[in-house]
């Protein structure tokens, strides 16, 4: 009399398991690629009149960049997909008009260092590009995408204070993120802004746009670091918190 109710039991079991397979290698039948987004500094010409300057340090956010790299590289090993993303115009006029030297070739020192494939970008629709279709998003999906650089609540500004007193001129702005396909990321992908404010208002855009949660700062964050290991930029206040 009870053999119909274990039959059933048995089917949900199978049932279960043979979804529960499914969804694994749904979500394991493709390569990840690990993605730095690196914006570019000041220049002293704009900013030398502040009360308090921004970017003394020309590597202000590449040093922390590398940090992050070094860090993946350790975490998933010599043969992962690593791609350093960097604003190039802004290094370029660093460079010349203040520290009087080739500021691309140190970056190219940063990638060699760190095994990662490093492409420069000129534009917002170069970054946006790369992130659809640098790599088949078919085959090899964004596994974890981390920016570093400048930004208020609503965007990353690519170019603060380098081309302009105080503005931008190249920025991604979260009324833009739907031009990212929602396919590029992988399931539950770690995304994250060190830059400022970005928990404010776009990591909750983020989400809308691609289904994705990213990491935001509420509030300043300093990238006045040093070179302890795992160092990365904090918060810029008591009252400042990570929100996604």
Excluded at 52 to 58: E, F, I, K, S
Excluded at 73 to 78: A, S, W
Excluded at 87 to 113: A, M
Aim: glycine letters at 8%; aromatic letters at 12%.
């Amino acid at each position: 009399m009870h053999r119909p109710i274990i039959s059933r039991c048995l089917q949900l079991i199978l049932l279960f398991t043979l979804v529960f397979t499914g969804i694994l290698r749904a979500e394991g039948n493709f390569q990840k690629e690990y993605i730095v987004i690196t914006g570019g500094p000041s220049l002293i010409e704009w900013e030398k009149f502040k009360k308090v300057p921004h970017d003394h340090w020309w590597a202000n956010f590449a040093h922390a960049s590398r940090i992050r790299l070094d860090e993946l590289r350790q975490q998933f090993g010599p043969e992962a997909r690593i791609t350093w993303l960097v604003y190039k115009p802004s290094y370029v006029r660093r460079g010349t008009r203040q520290e009087k030297r080739d500021l691309l070739n140190e970056l190219i020192s940063i990638q060699k260092k760190t095994g990662a494939n490093l492409v420069f970008f000129n534009n917002q629709k170069q970054l946006i590009d790369y992130l659809n279709v640098g790599k088949p998003r078919d085959q090899v999906k964004i596994a974890d995408l981390e920016y570093f650089g400048h930004s208020n609540k609503c965007c990353f500004m690519f170019d603060y204070s380098n081309e302009i007193d105080s503005g931008s001129k190249v920025w991604l702005h979260e009324t833009e993120l739907g031009q990212i396909n929602r396919a590029d990321f992988a399931p539950r992908a770690f995304i994250k802004s060190w830059g400022c404010h970005t928990g404010e208002s776009m990591s909750a855009l983020w989400r809308k746009a691609t289904g994705q949660r990213m990491i935001g700062a509420i509030g300043s964050t300093d990238y006045s670091g040093s070179d302890v290991p795992g160092w990365h930029p904090t918060l810029g206040s008591s009252t400042g918190r990570w929100v996604q």
